[in-house]
């Protein structure tokens, strides 16, 4: 009979002990876990290296961020805008700030936040979220216009960094407010705002400062003029951004986005 069947232990119970002895040959899930944070940990190490070894590099080897007003004045006489023009108005900085790096003021020109995501989403194959700031987005405007790629965004992030020490914030938002393309043909804040609503950017609403702002991330789908319904659904975004932010209240949002955007019929100002 043996020594199971004299304590009366059956097959049943037999298999029951089997299924509870430890697995003493496989490794932990924890220690499994760990040596996978570590491999990705050394991988991000020797990323961020290697993105600091190159940044240091393309700050020699980049163009002067003194350049900067010389290719502002450039494209400003290419597309017949006077610059400098007046200081970029309260509303439009508030809504451009509070719908393309609401971060603007604090960060070095480059927002690390962002960057995060964005290396994380190269890495694991996902979708690029995006991560460029205002700087960031002058720069490829200024110096690498049409340029793709890796490199280029490195370019840009050094160049955003050069920008961003050499220039004030209002300087900044200046620059950027002149080269940017507001849709329908009209380049610059002043060209904008006098050709959509015929008066001068100081003279704008919250609704029409909002409605600028949003355009100039994709300034031919958002153009009010051409297709209404799509600019209309981007101010509705904007706003909301500059709610959450604490540009607006949730009245003053509500307000907003209840008056009339008086889209000119003539073009220009007086």
């Given at each position: 009979?043996?020594?199971?069947?004299a304590?009366?232990l059956?097959?049943d119970?037999?298999?029951?002990?089997e299924?509870?002895?430890?697995?003493?040959?496989?490794?932990?899930?924890?220690r499994?876990?760990?040596k996978?944070?570590l491999?990705?940990?050394?991988?991000?190490?020797?990323?961020l290296?290697?993105?600091?070894?190159?940044?240091?590099?393309?700050f020699?080897?980049?163009?002067?961020?003194g350049q900067a007003?010389?290719?502002?004045?450039?494209?400003a006489?290419?597309?017949?805008?006077?610059?400098?023009?007046?200081?970029?108005?309260?509303y439009?900085a508030e809504?451009?700030?509070?719908?393309?790096?609401?971060?603007?003021?604090?960060?070095?020109?480059?927002?690390?936040?962002?960057?995060?995501?964005?290396?994380?989403a190269?890495?694991?194959?996902?979708?690029?979220?995006?991560?460029?700031?205002?700087?960031?987005?002058?720069?490829?405007?200024l110096?690498?216009?049409?340029q793709?790629?890796?490199?280029?965004?490195?370019?840009?992030?050094t160049?955003?960094?050069?920008l961003?020490?050499?220039?004030?914030?209002?300087?900044?938002l200046?620059?950027?407010?002149?080269?940017?393309?507001?849709?329908?043909?009209y380049y610059?804040?002043?060209?904008?705002?006098?050709g959509?609503f015929?008066?001068?950017?100081?003279?704008?609403?919250?609704?029409q400062?909002?409605?600028?702002?949003?355009?100039?991330?994709?300034?031919?789908?958002?153009?009010?003029?051409?297709?209404?319904a799509?600019?209309?659904?981007?101010?509705?975004?904007?706003?909301?951004?500059?709610?959450?932010?604490?540009?607006?209240?949730?009245?003053?949002?509500?307000?907003?986005?209840?008056?009339?955007?008086?889209?000119?019929?003539?073009?220009?100002?007086?």
């Open positions: 009979m043996g020594l199971r069947g304590l009366g059956g097959r119970e037999d298999e029951q002990l299924k509870y002895e430890p697995e003493a040959s496989s490794p932990s899930k924890a499994r876990r760990l996978l944070a491999r990705v940990g050394k991988i991000l190490l020797i990323l290296v290697v993105l600091a070894a190159a940044v240091g590099l393309l020699v080897i980049t163009p002067s961020a007003t010389e290719l502002v004045q450039q494209e006489a290419d597309h017949h805008i006077q610059y400098p023009g007046p200081p970029v108005p309260e439009f809504a451009l700030v509070a719908t393309e790096d609401h971060r603007f003021y604090t960060n070095p020109g480059v927002d690390p936040f962002a960057l995060a995501r964005v290396v994380a190269k890495i694991t194959g996902k979708q690029d979220q995006g991560g460029s700031t205002i700087t960031q987005q002058l720069a490829k405007m110096y690498t216009p049409g793709t790629g890796f490199a280029t965004e490195l370019e840009q992030v160049l955003a960094m050069k961003d020490m050499t220039y004030t914030k209002a300087q900044i200046q620059m950027y407010s002149e080269v940017a393309y507001y849709g329908h043909g610059g804040l002043g060209q904008s705002s006098c959509y015929g008066r001068q950017p100081q003279d704008l609403t919250v609704v400062a909002a409605m600028l702002a949003g355009a100039v991330n994709a300034p031919t789908f958002d153009d009010p003029l051409v297709y209404p799509q600019a209309r659904a981007r101010l509705v975004h904007v706003l909301s951004r500059m709610q959450a932010v604490g540009y607006l209240t949730k009245q003053q949002e509500t307000q907003a986005l209840a008056a009339p955007l008086d889209l000119a019929a003539t073009r220009g100002c007086a």
